[in-house]
């Protein structure tokens, strides 16, 4: 379900600033000049203009490296691509522990429960998506992508667990949950240790949501592996779909956006 990620390709406003802030914060970019860096340089690489934002770079820094080349003016076209912009390394993107097992045990925890070790990354690449139609679908969306909302500790927890009952029909409804949980103000609930929570103000939150957050999903990426009886070539097939339809109105209306085709050499 790609809705259920932060459009990397979303339309720039704060509200999309905040959402990236937030999501490289929580993942561990806790040096405030970085994490600057690093959302407006995403923001400078994709607007046409060759003026750089007070922490952002253009075409005058990439030109300058010992491999040089020049900020693209344009949407990102694919995940790997955000290693080509200032600030973003490997560890940051894909995370850094090495040990399959810690890791596994570490993404099987709430964002709010992990310890995570001095200058260990989960990454982010995984909550990203360059397929999403803009918004973020908060019934599929994971406690990571929401916390990138502004959602705090205690609110993604009651969004899980109605979720588990009744996924939300509108953003309305959503929103009113969220509304009764904070009610006056937001100060005091847990967030995950160093990252950012969305606004303590209720109306500024509840304004971030409306422009954010939708309740159904568009875009699926599909990936499916088959291989002949006898054969070591394991062909694999990713696409994405597109579905067309009206929530809730009959049988889905499914395009496909794009596909490709990866014929792989097998070892028996």
């Not at 310890?115 to 998506?129: I, P």
């Not at 209720?202 to 002949?228: C, D, G, H, Y």
């Not at 009886?229 to 097939?237: A, E, F, K, P």
Request: charge should be negative; avoid cysteine.
């Amino acid at each position: 379900d790609e809705e259920s990620k932060i459009p990397l390709n979303g339309q720039i406003s704060p509200q999309y600033d905040a959402m990236l802030r937030r999501l490289f914060s929580n993942s561990g970019v806790t040096d405030d000049k970085l994490l600057s860096t690093i959302v407006d340089s995403i923001q400078d690489w994709r607007d046409a203009d060759t003026l750089h934002r007070v922490s952002g770079v253009e075409d005058d820094y990439y030109l300058s490296l010992p491999s040089p080349y020049r900020a693209k003016n344009g949407d990102f076209d694919t995940i790997d691509e955000l290693l080509l912009v200032k600030g973003i390394t490997p560890e940051i993107l894909y995370g850094n522990v090495a040990n399959l097992q810690r890791r596994a045990e570490l993404e099987a925890l709430l964002p709010w429960e992990r310890e995570l070790q001095r200058g260990e990354s989960l990454g982010v690449a995984r909550y990203l998506s360059i397929h999403s139609s803009g918004r973020v679908n908060v019934n599929t969306a994971g406690p990571e992508v929401l916390m990138a909302l502004g959602l705090t500790a205690a609110e993604v927890k009651a969004v899980l667990d109605r979720r588990t009952m009744q996924p939300f029909k509108d953003v309305g409804t959503f929103t009113s949950l969220i509304n009764a949980i904070f009610g006056g103000g937001r100060q005091g609930f847990a967030v995950v240790p160093g990252g950012q929570p969305g606004p303590a103000n209720p109306q500024q939150i509840l304004a971030e949501l409306s422009q954010t957050a939708t309740v159904s999903s568009k875009n699926f990426s599909v990936e499916s592996a088959a291989r002949m009886t006898g054969s070591r070539l394991t062909v694999r097939v990713a696409a994405i779909l597109q579905n067309d339809g009206m929530p809730g109105q009959g049988r889905p209306k499914l395009s496909i956006r794009l596909w490709s085709l990866n014929p792989v050499q097998g070892s028996s």
